[in-house]
């Protein structure tokens, strides 16, 4: 063990492994077959505990606000009936006119380029087709690139003290 760790510092390191511990035991053991939809509980399903939220951020191609009045509309519409669809939830949305914000929770099997891949795909084809004067002049409506981070409930800070509590057992 280190030794330059003062005993306050075990000492609140071991009260959040104490907690996380419990936390755990008490989400696992809680009603996890279904997800209330305003609250972020572990989902369980036949092999696996999960809870996959991402955050993602996508522009139209050169930043251009297009997203406004009955094209912001329809675009928030196709979104949320693709996650619904593909089984996701919409936790949050907002759309800008010149950027897309989504706060969605995922399945384990869907990685954050595949959840950005089929909804940009969906919203530019839809678009597309209904607004072909307006977005003519694009080549492409988004961009290639997006901004994903996930997010959970648990701190990264908690996960590192767990860890540590876990090669004194």
């Not at 305003?38 to 036949?46: G, M, N």
């Not at 678009?127 to 492409?140: T, V």
Request: glycine share 4%; hydrophobic share 40%; charged share 20%.
């Amino acid at each position: 063990m280190n030794e330059s760790l003062s005993t306050g510092t075990l000492h609140r390191a071991s009260k959040r492994a104490v907690a996380l511990v419990f936390l755990s035991i008490t989400v696992y053991t809680g009603s996890m077959n279904t997800t209330d939809e305003y609250q972020l509980e572990y989902q369980r399903d036949e092999h696996r505990v999960h809870l996959i939220l991402y955050h993602l951020i996508w522009c139209p191609k050169r930043r251009k606000p297009i997203l406004v009045g009955k094209v912001k509309e329809r675009c928030q519409q196709v979104l949320e009936q693709k996650c619904e669809a593909k089984g996701w939830h919409v936790i949050s949305l907002a759309i800008q006119p010149d950027h897309v914000h989504l706060f969605v929770r995922v399945w384990p099997t869907e990685s954050a380029a595949d959840v950005v891949k089929e909804l940009k795909g969906a919203t530019s084809f839809s678009l597309r087709q209904e607004f072909k004067p307006l977005l003519s002049k694009l080549p492409s409506l988004w961009t290639r690139s997006y901004f994903a981070v996930t997010v959970g409930s648990v701190s990264a800070d908690g996960i590192k003290a767990y860890l540590q509590a876990q090669k004194g057992v």
